[in-house]
């Protein structure tokens, strides 16, 4: 970023409707703070996958797909949800022991597979604006990310259905 861009964030708007027609209104600013706006419910946060998957890119690109990726949420919504449910289903009859570290993996993994869906569907949706970094410490950096994203979605769908357990559980089964 250049001193000039650092004195003024550039703040982007969009406004568009969902596949099923809810109305959203996207604003990405350069100092990595989103605000989305679902049916009139303001959804401030900060854009931490942005800011590492857009690592060096032009200051107008990097907002272009910033958009974009928020945008992507809300028309994957179905993905996260189904994974949620499954992972309910599953997970059902898992004892109630280590329900905490259960729920937390299961949400973790959860909006990992949210960010990977969004992030897929930009890709997928503009592939001549996506932008993969050049440099070696951007590409590292690119490439743990998403695999660590993809380290969570498959650890914690496990840890939270009970396919993994964790250790805490058995000492504690004994001790009965
Ligand atoms: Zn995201």
């Known amino acids: 970023m250049t001193a000039s861009e650092k004195e003024k964030a ?47 890119m032009p200051v107008e690109a990097r907002l272009r797909l910033t958009e974009q990726h928020e945008f992507a949420h809300l028309q994957v919504l179905l993905i996260p949800l189904i994974h949620l449910a499954l992972m309910l289903h599953i997970g059902r009859r898992e004892s109630s022991s280590q329900r905490w570290p259960r729920v937390l993996a299961g949400l973790l993994a959860n909006h990992a597979l949210w960010e990977i869906a969004s992030e897929s569907y930009v890709a997928a949706s503009s592939p001549r604006d996506y932008y993969i970094p050049t440099s070696r410490f951007g590409r590292w950096l690119y490439t743990s990310f998403w695999g660590l994203m993809l ?19 058995e000492p504690f089964a004994k001790s009965r």
Do not use: D
Request: net charge positive; hydrophobic share 45%; aromatic share 10%.
């Open 10 to 56: 550039k703040i982007t708007r969009l406004t568009k409707r969902t596949w099923c027609g809810v109305p959203v209104e996207i604003e990405v600013s350069s100092e990595n703070w989103h605000r989305v706006t679902v049916a009139g419910v303001p959804l401030p946060h900060p854009g931490l996958v942005n800011f590492i998957s857009r690592w060096e």
């Open 151 to 169: 380290f969570v979605v498959i650890a914690g769908t496990m840890a939270a259905t009970g396919l993994i357990r964790f250790h805490a559980e």
